[in-house]
């Protein structure tokens, strides 16, 4: 109550008639609030942000009371998230925005430090800066007023951008409302404004400008292309970047200009076998890595070098073989404090609370890694306990970490030898299963996408893997609304029915259900398409499962079959439809669906002299099952294909350029002699 009653004399006195009373008010509730948040929180609760931002924006107010409620509201913003929401409720930012407008640079700079400190919060809407178009190119007009007004200026720009910066979600790499942003700062000459602030005399401002850098870089090709060719002082930018990673500089600079390059490389605008990205951007992130640096360093210098490897194998291996990565990052499970911080115990805590970061960010870089290159694979697993600390990665309480773990797995199960070994002596689709069970899509993108690898029929966990309900889990994917999903859930059932036992066949085709099936081959997604031709061809493949399957099924498989033959698809997708018709000619009883259907045989023809060599041979293929001469019943197929004008079709492709193919068509002709 005491606090609430001299709280409520402060707010009291911004209402005294007397200008002199009313500012000397205002100075006193600034020397009350520095440092005292309770004291914050009680102003805020007893209405004095109304009150400030009435005074701050009368035209009759003197300078001098403007500036220091400018000042009282910048230092209310340093308490907590919450009192920021009640700022912006107030309407702060309109009102500080329209401030700067005032020619006094004191309190344009007041107003900037408060307006840095509300945009810097994360709980504010960063399109605040974007309703009014004259806002920015006001701003760039300030940039040159003094180098506070840079400071904030630029880190503002730089937090009204990077909200959206997160280079690990996989789906989309990039908000649209950041690239928009991004657009709008670059149409605005925020490149030609900002590059001279990198080489000011104050640290704050060249640290701020960087960051700017490199949060406009980000996955945009049109800030990387035009930063190449800009120069500071008659230096190249990019040389620029590369002096702020040398040892002697603070980490953060160090780190953020590692991340400009990495952004620029990503986005095409430099080579990844240039020297500042192989010489100096790499090894300066795989310093960044070693357990000296503090936890936040050695998670953002992990996650940028995993990104800027992810797509360039040549960097994966010289990154594998530099400061013994792979080994140090096993540190990351181990210490997640730096050998400085040990003395230091509030450090100490709070690098426990978030040593699961370390953890995300070391599964991240090895699945970048080994990515491509099975050396490095090999070197990965074999690190100490890596497939057990995988394995419980892939049931921690994070989500971030269980999908760093999922990647990590991903990227090694590309590797047959891993499957065949450290895969199988850890049981690791036992948990993988047990992930897939309600997870978010991103989870269970990765997730069904190691499944598919570990369904492979070379993988020993195949049998315990169908002993576990996957039939039905896999079903359901295929029922899923993301593309990806459906094509994981259908690829993994391709690989489970590829030289399987009836068993599992007929287990496949019961769950999945015709009528999912067939739903599957009209999907729109071509991946789709292709898998579930895939699986049909795999579940056709040996005369007694032909039989079986076409007998149940028959009718159905060959109205699809004509469906797609006669629909507007790609050749690989028309290829496939006809190696399964291949597969039911060479059926006892099944080929007797494509004998009685002259409609489907009048097909096989046209493709036999189409113009694609492969459609070609796959059709030959099919007519070389049904004339074959060992079996029963050849003798009437054979008149009946040749009163249809196949020999004349196949005496021609016996001619034909392709040896392959008038291989095939001389083997077809042989029957008909023999």
């Known amino acids: 109550a005491e606090v609430t009653a001299t709280s409520r004399h402060y707010v009291d006195r911004l209402f005294d008639p007397d200008p002199q009373k009313v500012l000397q008010g205002v100075i006193d509730m600034k020397n009350a609030v520095i440092g005292n948040n309770k004291q914050k929180a009680n102003l805020i609760v007893l209405g004095a942000v109304p009150r400030l931002l009435y005074l701050l924006q009368q035209s009759s107010s003197s300078l001098e009371l403007r500036t220091e409620c400018a000042v009282v509201l910048g230092s209310l913003a340093m308490g907590t998230e919450n009192n920021i929401k009640s700022l912006v409720d107030c309407h702060i930012i309109p009102a500080l925005l329209q401030g700067l407008l005032c020619p006094d640079l004191i309190f344009i700079e007041a107003c900037l430090r408060c307006l840095r400190t509300v945009f810097i919060s994360p709980v504010t809407p960063v399109q605040l800066l974007y ?165 936040e360093e050695r998670v953002e210098g992990a996650e940028t070098l995993a990104y800027l490897m992810e797509p360039d194998v040549e960097l994966q291996r010289i990154a594998s073989t530099t400061d013994h990565l792979v080994a140090m990052l096993a540190d990351y499970f181990k210490y997640p404090s730096s050998v400085s911080a040990i003395t230091d115990i509030k450090r100490l805590d709070h690098d426990l609370k978030h040593a699961h970061e370390l953890r995300q960010a070391a599964f991240k870089l090895y699945a970048s890694l080994g990515s491509n290159d099975e050396d490095i694979r090999k070197k990965i697993t074999e690190t100490e306990n890596m497939m057990d600390r995988i394995v419980s990665g892939l049931s921690e309480s994070s989500i971030k970490v269980r999908l760093a773990a999922v990647r990590c797995l991903h990227s090694l199960s590309r590797s047959v030898q891993q499957l065949r070994t450290s895969f199988h002596d850890h049981a690791v689709w036992k948990p993988l299963m047990k992930l897939l069970q309600n997870a978010p899509d991103e989870v269970l993108i990765m997730a069904s996408s190691t499944l598919c690898n570990l369904l492979l029929e070379f993988s020993p966990s195949k049998e315990p893997i169908l002993e576990s309900g996957v039939i039905e889990l896999l079903c359901s994917l295929t029922q899923s609304d993301s593309p990806a999903l459906r094509v994981n859930g259908i690829w993994a059932l391709m690989n489970m029915a590829f030289q399987a036992d009836q068993k599992v066949k007929m287990e496949i085709v019961r769950c999945l259900g015709t009528e999912q099936l067939f739903r599957l081959l009209s999907d729109p997604d071509t991946n789709v398409l292709m898998k579930t031709l895939g699986l049909l061809r795999n579940l056709l493949s040996t005369r007694p499962h032909i039989d079986q399957i076409m007998s149940s099924h028959g009718k159905q498989i060959m109205q699809a079959v004509t469906l797609i033959l006669e629909a507007e698809h790609n050749i690989e997708v028309k290829e496939q439809t006809l190696c399964i018709l291949a597969n039911i000619a060479d059926g006892n009883t099944a080929k007797e669906l494509i004998m009685t259907n002259d409609d489907m045989l009048q097909k096989i023809k046209s493709y036999m002299q189409h113009s694609n060599v492969k459609l070609q041979l796959a059709a030959t293929f099919c007519i070389s099952n049904l004339i074959w001469n060992e079996e029963d019943g050849s003798q009437e197929r054979q008149d009946k294909l040749r009163e249809m004008g196949f020999v004349d079709v196949l005496h021609k492709l016996t001619l034909d350029s392709d040896s392959n193919l008038s291989d095939r068509a001389k083997t077809a002709m042989q029957q008909y002699l023999a």
């Open 131 to 295: 309703t009014d178009p004259t806002v920015i190119p006001h701003l760039m007009s300030l940039l040159s007023r003094s180098q506070r007004t840079q400071e904030y200026i630029t880190q503002i720009f730089s937090h009204c951008c990077k909200v959206f910066v997160d280079i690990w979600s996989h789906t989309s790499r990039i908000s649209q409302s950041q690239i928009e942003h991004q657009t709008v700062l670059f149409n605005h000459g925020a490149i030609q404004k900002i590059a001279p602030l990198l080489i000011s005399p104050s640290y704050k401002v060249r640290m701020q400008a960087l960051k700017c850098f490199s949060v406009l870089a980000y996955e945009n090709t049109q800030v990387s292309m035009t930063l190449v060719n800009v120069l500071v002082d008659g230096e190249l930018l990019s040389q620029v970047f590369v002096r702020m990673m040398q040892r002697d500089q603070p980490i953060e600079m160090q780190l953020t200009a590692a991340k400009c390059l990495t952004y620029m490389c990503r986005a095409g605008a430099i080579r990844t076998d240039d020297s500042c990205i192989v010489l100096k951007t790499l090894p300066c992130l795989v310093r960044m890595c070693s357990k000296e640096h503090l936890l």
